[in-house]
C-alpha cells in the first residue's frame, strides 16, 4: 500500500513537470484599431482549449500556451469584432481590434424602402428573429407584449385563437378605428395571426407622422411592417420548430360555496325579518332539493364542472435555399388550441412560398404568397350562468339522469350545450394572400418596383341551437347559416433613387397607389329544424322565422405619395414626405387630402467634440413634425340609406322604405392628426449599454364621431367631423450587456412608456354623458358616484337625510346640498388606460442553457369589475364572494343582504354599481424559458445543425390589488368596441367602457418545444 502511494505520488509529480515543460508564456497588448488606444477586459482565449485570460487596464496580457506553433488566440470584446490570431512561435503579439459596426449598419425596414439603423430620422422600434423567438404564441404581437415602447398590447381573452388589443400611442379617435396598419412583404394585411411567428424575418413599428406619413391616412394609428423569411443562395436549409403545452386556468374568482349562498340568503331574510335562526330555514329553503341539499350537506362547484385543462400544440418546418438566380422559401405550419372549455378548439393550417428570380443583372420577379385555413369550434363561456345558479341544485337528478332544466324550474343546465347533438357553432375560413413584384433596374442609382397584391377571404359560419341549449332555453331550436366573402386587390408602383456624391447622399421615392376593398355577405335563418342532426345545412326544413339577408360594401382608396431623404457626412439627415390620399367613403368634394411631415436627425457621436472619448458610443438627436388622417369609418357613411319595414295595404302586404337609423353627412371629410416628435438614441461603453427615449404630442382634430341626434328628427345618429383630442407621452427604452465575458451572456432590457390622452372639445361646448366623452379627460373614463362607505348604525339620522339606512351605500354628497343627484353628484372615477406601462426582459446564456424571464407592468388604471356586480342582496341566485355588512360585522366594503332587494333595484337605485369600481393595476411575470443548446461537435456527427430543447410557461403569476383575477381580461372592456356597455340612467349613464369581464379568462400555458436545423 505504502509503494502504491509513493508511486502514485512519483507519477503526479512526473506529469507536472511534463505539462511545464509543454507550455511556453505567451504576452502581448489588445488596442482599438481606429485610435490606437489600450483595451481592457478583453477576453482571450486559446482557440479549442480553456485556457484564456484578460487583458488589464493597459490592455496587456499574458499566459501560458502549448508549445508549437499551431496555437491560435481568439479575442472577444463587446462593442468590437472577435478576431483570431495565430500566434505562431512568437512570445508577444500586438493585436487590434475593429468596432462592430453591425448594429449601426443594420437594415431597417421604413416602407416602400430600407436604411440603415444609424440614418433613422424617425420614431422606429425594430424587432429581428431571435427576439421573436423568446416567446413562441400563435400571435406574434402576443410575444412582444412590454417590449415595445409606446405600443400598448394585451390579450383579447383566453379563448382559443383569441387575438390582441393593439393600440400605438393612446387613442386619437373616439368612434373610428384605433389599430395599427399592417403591411407584410409590402402590401397590406388584416389579420395578423394569420402569419407564423416562425415565417417572419423582421418587424418594424412606426409610431411617429414623420415615419408612418409615407403611408398617408392607412397609417394614422401607427404602422407594423412584417418581412417574411425569403430563400438565399447555397445549401438548402431546413428548420423545424415544435412545441407542445398545456393550458389551465388559475385566477378565477369563484363564488359562493353552498354553506356560504345558506348564510347570505339566511342574512338576506333576516333583514326582513322572516328569518331569526335555522329553525326558520324551511321558509326561505322551501323546495325539496333545497331540503335535501341541507340535510345532507351537499351543493354544486357549477364552474369546476365546465372548466378543463386546454392543450396548446404548433408545428413548422421551413426550407429555404437557391441559387445564384432562383431563392425559394417554403413553410407548412399546424397549429391546435383546445380551449378551457369544451367544444372551444382551434386548428390553423398554413403554407407559405416566397420565390424571387433574376431574369438577368437588371430585373427581377417574384412571388410571396401564403394559404391559410381556420377549422374553429367556439362556444359561449357558460360561467356567466354557472355564476349566477343556486349551488344547491344538481346537474342529475337522483337517479343519475342529466337534468335540462334545473330542480328549481327556472334555470337551464350550464352543462347543457355540452350533451351531444345539442350544439354547434362552427366556422370555416380560408385566407389567400399573393403579392407578386417586378423590379427593374434602370440605372445603377435608379430602380423600379411594381407589386400586385391580392387577398382573398371566405368564411362559412354555422350555428345549431336545439332547445335544451342555454341560449335557446326550452323554445324552438335556431339554425344559423352565414357566408362572407372579401376581396382586397392592391396595386403599387415605386420608384426610387439612390444617389451619392462626396460628402452628400439623397434617396428619393415616388410611389402611386391603388387599393380596392370589396365585402359580401349572406345570411340565412330559421327556427324549429325538426331534425336535429341536420344542424345548419338543411333550413329549407325550418318552417318558423325563416330569414335571408345579403350585403355589398365596396371602397376605395387611390394615393400618391413623394420622399426624400438626404444626408450629409451621414452626420446631418433630413426627411420630407408629402402624400396626397383619396378616398371613396368620404363625401363627394371631400375625399382628398394631402399630409405632409418632415425629420431631422444629428448623429452627434459622429462629430470631433465626441471623437477622443470611450463613454459614448453613439449619440444621435432626432426631431419630426407630420400630419396624418384617419378615414376609417364604415363605408357610405356620407350616404343616406332605405331601410325596408312591413307595409300593408289593407289586408295586402307590400314593402314599405324608411331611412336608415344613420342619416348621411355630405360634408364628411377626413379626421386629421399632427404629431411632434423629439427623440434621442444611445449607447455607452462601446454599446455595453444602449437605448432611446421619445417625447411626443399628438393632436387630433375633425373627429370622425357618431353623433346622436335627438328622436324628433327620425333618425338615431350621424358621423359628423367634430371635436379635438390630444395625446402626449414619453417612451423610453433601454438595453445592457450586464455580462459579456465570452463564457456567459446576461442581457438585461427593459421599456417605460406613459401616454396621456385628453379630450380637448367635443360637439357641444358640454360634456358628452350619453357616450361617457368628457372635455379635459381621457377617452375611456368612468363616470359615476363615489362609494365612500357604508351606512353605520351611528349615522342613522344622517342617512335618513338622503333616505337611507344603515347597512346601504354611502355616496359623496359632492356639492353639499344635502341630497344627491345624477346631476350634481357624479364625477370621473378614473380611466380604463394605464398611466404606464413598463416591461423588463432578462435573457442568460451559459454552456449552451439559455434562460430568459419577462415581466410586465400595467400602472394606474380603473376596472369596473363583473365578479362584484354578481353579488345579489336577496340571496335568490348565488353571488360573489363579499365582506358583506350586518349588525356584527360593520364592514364598509358591501351593503347589507336584503331579501326585499332586488340586484337590478340595487344597481339602479341604491348606487350599486359603485361596488364594481377597483384599481387594475398589475404585475405580470408574463413568460419564463428555459432551453439548452446541443453541442454543434455532437449534432454534427448526426448531421443536424442546430437542436435546442426548452420549456417554457407564460402567465405564471400576476401581482394586483385583485384576488384570483388577471386585470389583463379587463383590456377588451377598454377597447373601441367594448364587449357590454352600460347604459343605466339612473346611475352610469353612458358608460363608453364595459365591465371587466369573467368569460373566457386567460389560462397558464406551459410547453415544451424543440427547435432543429439541418
Known sequence: MKHGVLLTAALAGISTLAAAQQTRPLTGKVLDSASGEALPGVNVVVQNTSIGTVTNESGAFSLNVPEGDAVTL?????????????????????????????????????????????????????????DLKKLPTTNVMESLQGRLPGVDITRASGASGAGVNITVRGNRSLTANNGPLFIVDGVQYNSIQDINPNDIQSMEVLKDAASTAVYGARGANGVIIVTTKKGASGKTRVTVNSYIGQSEVVNYPHVLTGPEYIEQKRQANRTTGLWNSPADDPKIFGAAYQQAALANGTWTDWPKLL??????????????GGGDQTKFYLSFDYFNEKGVFRLDELKRYTTRFNLEHALNTKVKVGLQSQLTYYNQNARRDPLNLANKIDPLTSPTDANGNFLSILQNGRDVNPLADEQPGNYQNNVRTTRTFLTAFGAYQILPSLSLRSNLGLTLA???TGIYRGSNTIDIAGSTPQSFYGVDFNTNWSWENILNFNKSFGDHSITATAVSSLLTFNTEQETAQGRNQLLGYQLYYALANANQQMGINSAYVNSKLISFTGRVQYGYKSRYLLTLTGRQDYSSKLAAGHKGAFFPSAAVAWRLIDEGFLADQTVVSDLKLRASYGLAGNYDIPAYSSQSLLT????????????????????GNPDLTWEKSTTKNVGVDFGFLRGRISGSVDVYETRTRDLLIDRFLPATSGVGVITQNVGRTRNRGIEVALNGRVVDNGKVQWNVGGTWFANQEEILQLATESDDLLNGWFVGHPTRVFYDYEKIGIWQLNE???????????????????NGDGKITAAADRKILGSA????????NSDVTWNGFDFSMQWFVRYGQTIRYEYDQLWDPQGVENSSKQDYWTPENPTNRFPRPDASLSKSTLQNSLYGNTLAYRDGTYLKLRAVTLGYTLPTSVLQKIGFGTARVYVQGKNLWVLSHIKNYDPERAASAATSAPEQVFTSAASSSGLAVGLSPLSNPIPRVVTVGLNLSF
Open 74 to 130: 481568439v479575442f472577444s470584446y463587446v462593442g468590437y469584432l472577435p478576431q483570431t490570431v495565430a500566434a505562431g512561435k512568437q512570445s508577444n503579439l500586438s493585436v487590434r481590434l475593429k468596432t462592430d459596426q453591425k448594429a449601426l449598419d443594420e437594415v431597417v425596414v421604413i416602407g416602400y424602402g430600407e436604411v440603415k439603423k444609424s440614418d433613422v430620422t424617425g420614431a422606429i422600434v425594430s424587432v429581428k428573429e431571435e
Open 307 to 320: 372548466l378543463r385543462k386546454g392543450m396548446q400544440q404548433d408545428h413548422q418546418v421551413g426550407i429555404a
Open 458 to 460: 371566405n368564411a362559412r
Open 644 to 663: 325596408r319595414i312591413p307595409f300593408a295595404y289593407g289586408d295586402a302586404s307590400a314593402p314599405g322604405y324608411v331611412y336608415s337609423s344613420r342619416i
Open 796 to 814: 342613522a339620522d344622517e342617512a335618513m337625510r338622503y333616505n337611507q339606512k344603515p347597512g346601504q351605500i354611502k355616496v359623496r354628497d359632492q
Open 833 to 840: 388606460l394605464p398611466r404606464w406601462s413598463s416591461s423588463l
